[in-house]
């Protein structure tokens, strides 16, 4: 006698238990249970899960097909989508990753499932955070990448327009770092950390008068702040 299948939603047991292994870091436990469910219904949730447990393992060619059959079955899943996409950005691949996400705004715009502020929060903080890991470690033309994507789903995180323009600066494009200080002076008025990296620009630039300017007013807005300190020392 022919074994009667499992409707889908009888996998959400199962499904949680592998979520639950790759967040303890069994890899292997998570993809045997998302294989095992794959057998017997294609569903995108798991194909995403299993692209996670591949990603996490470092199996970045078995997580981008995951990702990908997840989007074949529902073109519009934007966790997937999104997975996709910081996968691609953390492979260096910033072409295929802007590509996704300029997919991702286009369908929030169209009002199918359209992006809520939560979500735009949460998908820009992602985004900045793969911007502090490539600018830590000196790769500024991607750290730019995944700032300025940042941004642009999150225009009034002030952190993170500041972390954009010193990238910018790091990178070689003082000129264009600046016009991004300029823009943002009004919304800075309290923020120390933005004026002091405006000083260095100004400074980059040859211009000590403005970049002391700049680290005058950083301390003004933190008056313990040990890099304006420094830095005015130089002027």
Not at 18 to 33: H, N, S
Not at 73 to 91: D, F, K
Not at 186 to 208: C, D, I
Request: proline share 3%.
């Amino acid at each position: 006698m022919k074994a009667v299948k499992k409707a889908p939603s009888e996998y959400q047991g199962q499904i949680q238990i592998g979520k639950d292994f790759i967040r303890a870091g069994e890899y292997k436990k998570a993809e045997k249970i998302f294989l095992e469910i794959l057998k017997e219904h294609k569903l995108a949730d798991v194909y995403n899960h299993l692209g996670l447990t591949y990603a996490e393992s470092g199996d970045f060619k078995a997580a981008e097909f995951s990702f990908q059959k997840a989007l074949k079955i529902n073109p519009n899943y934007m966790e997937a989508a999104l997975n996709l996409s910081v996968l691609y950005n953390n492979l260096g691949f910033q072409k295929k990753s802007k590509e996704i996400y300029a997919k991702l705004k286009a369908y929030g715009k169209a009002g199918r499932g359209a992006m809520d502020p939560l979500l735009m929060s949460k998908i820009a903080n992602l985004y900045a955070e793969i911007g502090n890991l490539y600018s830590g470690v000196g790769e500024y033309k991607a750290a730019v990448g995944a700032y300025e994507s940042a941004v642009d789903l999150c225009p009034d995180y002030l952190d993170v327009q500041t972390k954009l323009a010193t990238s910018l600066r790091e990178l070689g494009k003082k000129d264009k770092a600046l016009e991004v200080f300029r823009k943002l002076k009004r919304k800075a008025s309290n923020y120390a950390p933005f004026w002091v990296s405006l000083g260095v620009t100004h400074y980059a630039l040859n211009q000590p008068k403005e970049a002391k300017k700049a680290w005058s007013k950083a301390l003004k807005i933190e008056p313990s702040n040990p890099s304006a300190k420094a830095y005015l020392k130089l002027v």
